[in-house]
């Protein structure tokens, strides 16, 4: 880019990291690691080559734990958050 798209860019930066601190900040930061894209994509993978070589028991068994990371994970980015659970009509604490 030349100097003057630099420019252009730089200001626009500038402008959002001024109207959204909060969203500024977390595109600056160091991206965390996708784990629940991750699970999803194995559990894709796995269930069916288990359904093929163990059988369909052993393959419910893998998509129930699967299933109950996936709750787990998401419990633990919501609390991480901050926000009160759904449902919950106090506001945040």
Known sequence: MDDQQQRILHD??????RADPAFAARMRGPRPFPTLS???????IVVPLEAVLFGGRVAVVTLAL???AVVVILVRRHRRSGRPPPGDRRGPA
């Open 12 to 17: 626009i930066e500038r402008d959002l990291a």
């Open 66 to 68: 699967a299933a109950n």
């Open 38 to 44: 991750v699970l999803c994509a194995l559990t894709y």
